[in-house]
């Protein structure tokens, strides 16, 4: 399709365990961010990419969270060593420039940390 | 810090009447706003948007409203359909924040036939 794609829809842990979460932007995007969303609460900004460059990554809760998007395009949020309070859902973005241009999202990870 | 604020957590309107969402916002240095629409299981999608140099912007029965003195914005949406029933999300950026958006808590919007 030609939206943001995100997977796994789903992922269930256990506390500890390592998880990764990929987002496939729309192509052509420059810009690409990441948003952790708790239950009844907005999305709140993790971190944002310009083509391959992380330009901030001041949302990122703890330095177990960790981004990457090598290439300029496909992006993967990690989490090492999953605490419970990392329950969330995961959205990512992406926008054509990073000048006053909407977001446009994906459909996000669930994740559940057991 | 919650930068941005809507205070109603939840509306409910009939059918063919006006639904107004509220919002409003602490940082001067956003300048340019945006309403999404969520529905459950989905991801935010893009309603409609606003620059800090009007104070209204229209599409179709979709209307935002700025009023900067004030640091509100609010989406008018007349009239109202059923299909419009979902959470209404708030958010707002700035060029000198990387133009990462900072979103509000959501207003879930309830049409009633």
């Known amino acids: 399709g030609a939206g943001v794609s995100q997977s796994p829809r789903y992922k269930v842990a256990k506390r500890g365990q390592d998880v990764a979460l990929r987002c496939d932007p729309i192509?052509?995007?420059?810009?690409l961010f990441w948003y952790q969303q708790a239950l009844g609460q907005g999305p709140e900004f993790l971190t944002y990419?310009?083509?391959?460059?992380?330009?901030?990554k001041s949302g990122l809760p703890s330095d177990r969270f960790f981004a990457e998007r090598p290439e300029g395009s496909v992006s993967t949020l990690k989490i090492q060593r999953t605490q419970q309070e990392d329950s969330a859902v995961y959205l990512c973005?992406?926008?054509?420039?990073?000048?006053?241009?909407?977001?446009?999202f994906g459909d996000g990870t669930r994740l559940s940390i057991l | 810090d919650q930068q941005v604020k809507q205070n109603s957590p939840s509306l409910s309107v009939q059918e063919g009447r006006i639904s107004i969402l509220n919002c409003d916002y602490t940082?001067?240095?956003?300048?340019?706003f945006l309403w999404y629409k969520k529905y459950p299981a989905e991801g935010p999608t893009f309603l409609i948007s606003i620059s800090s140099i009007k104070d209204k912007n229209e599409d179709g029965r979709f209307t935002v409203f700025l009023n900067k003195s004030a640091k509100h914005l609010s989406l008018h949406i007349v009239p109202s359909q059923p299909g419009d029933s979902a959470v209404y999300f708030c958010a707002a950026s700035g060029k000198l924040d990387n133009n990462d958006m900072r979103f509000g808590a959501g207003t879930r919007l309830t049409v009633k036939p």
């Open positions: 973005a992406s926008s054509l420039v990073d000048s006053n241009q909407p977001q446009h």
């Open positions: 192509s052509g995007h420059v810009s």
């Open positions: 990419f310009q083509n391959e460059a992380q330009l901030d």
């Open positions: 940082n001067s240095m956003f300048d340019y």
